[in-house]
Nanobody, 124 residues
């Protein structure tokens, strides 16, 4: 089992920055692919970014590429999502997710472990 706890959400204005954190506990953190998804009201949970344990590769959704940066600190069992130049359409609940390392997947159903979510609201 892996337990995930997100933090760092909040209310910001368009153009501002936020950094989300996800602290993991439980089984070996280093053997998991770790990622971020987000869900806006009335919409599905969408892929944002993932960092793979097996080869260190990082993947981003096209809508955030160039603005968001995912990183992981294995010593602290923590991943981060640095979000710059935020836009109103980035408003959503952001979830941290984990799965045993394997083929890259950008679909929420492939991830086994989830945090409780943290709200990010971007005003125009």
């Amino acid at each position: 089992q892996v337990q995930l706890v997100e933090s760092g959400g909040g209310l910001v204005q368009a153009g501002d920055s936020l950094r989300l954190s996800c602290a993991a506990s439980g089984r070996t953190f280093g053997s998991y692919d770790m990622g971020w998804f987000r869900q806006a009201p009335g919409k599905e949970r969408d892929f944002v970014a993932v960092t793979r344990w097996s080869d260190g590769n990082i993947y981003y959704a096209g809508s955030v590429k160039g603005r968001f940066t995912i990183s992981r600190d294995n010593a602290k069992n923590t991943i981060y999502l640095q979000m710059n130049n935020l836009k109103p359409e980035d408003t959503a609940v952001y979830y941290c997710a984990a799965r045993s390392s394997g083929t890259f997947h950008d679909t929420a159903s492939f991830y086994n472990y989830w945090g409780q979510g943290t709200q990010v609201t971007v005003s125009s």
